[in-house]
């Protein structure tokens, strides 16, 4: 299994930015699909995640301003970032988990069993 992350930048305040996440090795529509992100000396967070079926689950954070999806028969995963604060820079990460079901994601960093390698956004104050 491969994820492949992409689409991180440097972006103002306030601006936009679509990142994409390319999977291979494994049938996307078994899979929990997330978005997490981590910066130095903190543990990674969840930002987003969406269930076999299309449940999202947002943070609190992010609630309004991001949004996940996924195209099955391209087996991609994106989240299209709003009103970017800068709060918002980080390293994200997509990632796939064979935990939940059709309506349920998978809301656990650990209960993830595969990660793309992580794409920066970056987003100054």
């Known amino acids: 299994v491969q994820l492949q992350a992409s689409g991180g930048g440097l972006v103002q305040a306030g601006g936009s930015l679509r990142l994409s996440c390319s999977a291979s090795?494994?049938?996307?529509?078994?899979?929990?699909m997330g978005w997490f992100r981590q910066t130095p000396g903190k543990e990674r967070e969840p930002v987003a995640v969406?269930?076999?079926?299309?449940?999202?689950v947002y943070a609190p954070s992010v609630q309004g301003r991001f949004t996940i999806s996924k195209d099955n028969a391209k087996n991609a995963l994106y989240l299209q970032m709003t009103k970017l604060k800068p709060e918002d820079t980080a390293a994200y990460y997509c990632?796939?988990?064979?935990?939940?079901?059709?309506?349920?994601?998978?809301?656990?960093?650990?209960?993830?069993?595969?990660w793309g390698q992580g794409t920066l956004v970056t987003s100054p104050a």
């Open positions: 990632a796939a988990s064979t935990r939940g079901s059709v309506f349920h994601a998978a809301l656990r960093t650990y209960e993830y069993d595969y």
């Open positions: 969406i269930s076999r079926g299309g449940t999202r």
């Open positions: 090795g494994l049938t996307f529509t078994n899979y929990c």
